[in-house]
């Protein structure tokens, strides 16, 4: 059995969860024995459809949806120890550190590979000095670490990189019918943006620019579909700027595509992303995308002038209201920059993502590897 590891599958929208149920399916369907383990409660479903072949571990210690405290975390660390062991995998593999640090810890001395799957940027941790002292534990407890992108790589010291190796996000996606960027002339214009509502995603920022060009546009209303911590402060944002009747919180949704359809532009103010994967399903539908020109995971997939903008600017909120106002405004433009084609990168695609899971076995199952020896560069 391969195991694979994570906090929670029942949250909606989460996009490693996703990540994790569509490999899972994708190995499962190769013909692998799949286990997944998580801190889940018993009664508890996924989110996302799993493939009812694959056996789902479901701890029920904590919250999934909720930092853990120190005894969750010891009872998580014996819990994990005492359920792992007599499945005897070939590897486990944890996604996030929120799961590979106490997972590595619980397999101490027991020759398991222990992978650690990281999908998030090393600018993550600068403002987290904890979760940061954490990470250090990781050449210690586990194997390898994998990141999602050469990008990613590259903003980890040099002398690190034959520790590490790139395992892309898969993306596939169903496109059924592409968006009119033009949009109706007899009800309001969609601008969408799709993530976790958390800091990383600056949500904050959008709505204050949004909230600059309003007026100006009327018909134009800002949809913004995922869900997190940030909802209350969000909302409250949106009322005090009295634009409930123009900014939408949806919550998250398994068929996002349906709003990439119905939208006219796309937009993700992030602070960083490892591998853009909204915008990826956002350009494969059609849409222009606006992101920051300093946004690691989108400054590579957005090119200006040919997909979509990117927004540069000591202020931030400023820089991105001129932005959308430009495009927001002119249908021709959006139409301009409407590329064919589906837009995923070849290593994107499930089937090479799925080959390289199976290179990623097929190098650490049976195997004692020494330690990963490395941290994330803040430079």
Same mark, same amino acid.
């Given at each position: 059995?391969?195991?694979?590891?994570?906090?929670?599958?029942?949250?909606?929208?989460?996009?490693?969860?996703?990540?994790?149920?569509?490999?899972?399916?994708?190995?499962?369907?190769?013909?692998?024995?799949?286990?997944?383990?998580?801190?889940?409660?018993?009664?508890q479903?996924?989110f996302?459809?799993? /493939?009812h072949?694959?056996? +789902?571990?479901?701890?029920?210690?904590? %919250?999934?949806?909720?930092?853990?405290?120190?005894?969750?975390?010891?009872?998580?660390?014996?819990?994990?120890?005492?359920?792992?062991?007599p499945?005897?995998?070939?590897?486990?593999v944890?996604?996030?550190?929120?799961?590979f640090?106490?997972?590595?810890?619980?397999?101490?001395?027991?020759?398991?590979?222990?992978v650690?799957?990281? &999908?998030?940027?090393?600018?993550h941790?600068?403002?987290?000095?904890?979760?940061?002292?954490?990470?250090?534990?990781?050449?210690?407890?586990?194997?390898?670490m994998?990141?999602?992108?050469?990008?990613?790589?590259?903003?980890?010291?040099?002398?690190? &990189?034959?520790?590490?190796?790139?395992?892309?996000?898969?993306?596939?996606?169903?496109?059924?019918s %592409?968006?009119?960027?033009?949009?109706?002339?007899?009800?309001?214009?969609?601008?969408l943006?799709?993530? %976790?509502?958390?800091?990383?995603?600056? &949500?904050?920022?959008?709505?204050?620019?949004?909230?600059?060009?309003?007026?100006?546009?009327?018909? +134009?209303?800002?949809?913004?579909?995922?869900?997190?911590?940030?909802?209350?402060?969000?909302?409250?944002?949106?009322?005090?700027?009295?634009?409930? &009747?123009?900014?939408?919180?949806?919550?998250?949704?398994?068929?996002?595509?349906?709003?990439?359809?119905?939208?006219?532009?796309?937009?993700?103010?992030?602070?960083?992303?490892?591998?853009?994967?909204?915008?990826i399903?956002?350009?494969?539908?059609?849409?222009?995308?606006?992101?920051?020109? /300093?946004?690691?995971?989108?400054?590579?997939?957005?090119?200006?002038?040919?997909?979509?903008?990117?927004?540069?600017?000591?202020?931030?909120?400023?820089?991105?209201?001129?932005?959308?106002?430009i495009?927001?405004?002119?249908?021709?433009?959006?139409?301009k920059?409407?590329?064919?084609?589906?837009?995923?990168?070849?290593?994107?695609?499930?089937?090479?993502?799925?080959? %390289? +899971?199976?290179?990623?076995?097929?190098?650490?199952?049976?195997?004692?590897?020494?330690?990963?020896?490395?941290?994330?560069?803040?430079?």
């Amino acid at each position: 059995m391969k195991l694979l590891a994570i906090k929670g599958l029942s949250r909606p929208g989460g996009g490693a969860e996703r990540v994790l149920v569509d490999i899972a399916n994708g190995l499962t369907l190769r013909g692998h024995e799949i286990g997944i383990i998580s801190y889940d409660r018993p009664t508890q479903q996924s989110f996302y459809q799993l /493939d009812h072949h694959i056996e +789902w571990y479901r701890l029920g210690i904590g %919250r999934t949806d909720q930092p853990a405290t120190l005894t969750e975390t010891v009872l998580r660390i014996a819990a994990l120890r005492r359920t792992i062991l007599p499945l005897k995998p070939e590897i486990v593999v944890g996604f996030l550190h929120s799961v590979f640090i106490p997972l590595g810890i619980a397999l101490l001395g027991t020759r398991i590979p222990v992978v650690a799957s990281e &999908h998030t940027a090393p600018a993550h941790y600068a403002t987290r000095p904890l979760q940061r002292a954490m990470l250090h534990l990781t050449p210690c407890i586990t194997s390898h670490m994998t990141v999602v992108s050469d990008q990613i790589l590259s903003l980890y010291p040099q002398s690190h &990189h034959h520790r590490l190796s790139v395992l892309p996000n898969p993306v596939h996606v169903a496109v059924s019918s %592409r968006a009119d960027v033009r949009g109706p002339d007899d009800k309001p214009k969609v601008l969408l943006c799709v993530g %976790r509502l958390a800091a990383q995603k600056d &949500h904050a920022t959008l709505i204050a620019a949004f909230a600059r060009i309003a007026d100006d546009l009327p018909d +134009w209303n800002l949809h913004i579909v995922g869900e997190g911590e940030l909802r209350p402060e969000l909302m409250i944002q949106i009322n005090d700027l009295g634009l409930s &009747h123009r900014i939408f919180l949806p919550g998250a949704t398994a068929d996002v595509y349906a709003h990439y359809a119905s939208a006219q532009l796309f937009v993700l103010p992030s602070l960083y992303e490892t591998l853009g994967l909204v915008a990826i399903e956002a350009l494969a539908h059609g849409l222009p995308v606006i992101g920051f020109a /300093d946004c690691p995971g989108i400054n590579q997939l957005v090119i200006p002038g040919y997909n979509g903008a990117l927004v540069s600017g000591e202020d931030r909120i400023t820089s991105l209201a001129q932005t959308m106002k430009i495009l927001m405004s002119n249908a021709r433009l959006r139409e301009k920059l409407v590329q064919p084609g589906s837009a995923i990168p070849n290593e994107c695609r499930l089937e090479s993502v799925l080959d %390289r +899971w199976e290179m990623m076995f097929e190098r650490h199952c049976d195997r004692q590897h020494a330690p990963i020896t490395m941290a994330p560069s803040t430079s």
